[in-house]
């Protein structure tokens, strides 16, 4: 399984999912090795079709890093935390998220839109 590790030291992932809010952004960036790349988007792919079928799902994209880099990050839209949460705790997910490889490192977040 992918290495889970919180974005933000003070704000873990799963403090995030208890937290009532309306429309949300999961921002998931992915460190993985050079040689992992396909297999893991492999992988990614048949994640996203679950994610997308689930309630309160509106979109998502994934992005590769440039100039040569290792990441990868995938950027979602959900219409409430607890809509991307019950989905991320579903066994469904949970064991697709099992077959990531271990040399895999995820660094996700949950953003809400401000005004600027």
């Known amino acids: 399984m992918a290495e889970l590790h919180s974005l933000d030291p003070n704000t ?7 937290e ?3 429309s949300v952004v999961l921002a998931n ?8 790349t396909e297999a ?19 979109s998502l994209q994934m992005h590769r890093g ?8 995938n950027v ?11 989905a ?4 469904e997910f949970q064991r697709m998220a099992a077959e990531f490889p271990d040399d895999i490192v995820s660094y996700p ?4 839109q401000i005004d600027v």
Do not use: D, Y
């Open 20 to 22: 009532k809010t309306g």
């Open 76 to 86: 979602a839209v959900w219409e409430s935390t607890g809509a991307l949460a019950a």
């Open 109 to 112: 977040h949950v953003f809400e």
């Open 40 to 58: 893991f988007l492999t992988l990614f792919r048949r994640q996203s079709e679950f994610m997308k079928a689930q309630p309160g799902f509106v």
């Open 29 to 36: 960036t992915f460190v993985v090795p050079k040689e992992r």
């Open 12 to 18: 873990s992932m799963f403090a995030q999912f208890r």
């Open 66 to 73: 440039t100039a040569g880099s290792r990441l990868l990050m």
């Open 88 to 91: 991320f705790g579903s066994p």
